[in-house]
């Protein structure tokens, strides 16, 4: 397999023969792909770089949570 950047029109043609739902192409390097409806982007599911975004953002959201949590703790 080797990962390259797919054009548009190669996106849509994978997306009519495998689905809409999600974009998972291990065979795209693509990050952000155009989304099947409407405006805007998505992510490819296949790709390292999602993953590691998706945890950094969680992991973010998690430390804020516990964050709060233990200054609240403190004031009361």
Same mark, same amino acid.
């Given at each position: 397999?080797?990962?390259?950047?797919?054009?548009?029109?190669?996106?849509? +043609?994978?997306?009519?023969? #495998?689905?809409?739902?999600?974009? %998972?192409?291990?065979?795209?390097?693509? @990050?952000? &792909?155009?989304?099947?409806?409407?405006?805007?982007? +998505?992510?490819?599911?296949? #790709?390292?770089?999602?993953?590691? %975004?998706?945890?950094?953002?969680?992991? @973010?959201? &998690?430390?804020?949570?516990?964050?709060?949590?233990? +200054?609240?703790?403190?004031?009361?």
């Amino acid at each position: 397999m080797d990962k390259r950047k797919w054009t548009k029109q190669e996106i849509e +043609t994978y997306r009519e023969n #495998n689905g809409v739902f999600y974009y %998972f192409n291990p065979e795209d390097s693509n @990050f952000l &792909v155009p989304k099947p409806f409407g405006f805007g982007w +998505t992510v490819n599911w296949a #790709n390292p770089k999602t993953w590691f %975004f998706v945890c950094l953002i969680t992991s @973010f959201y &998690v430390a804020r949570f516990f964050y709060r949590r233990q +200054t609240k703790s403190k004031n009361t």
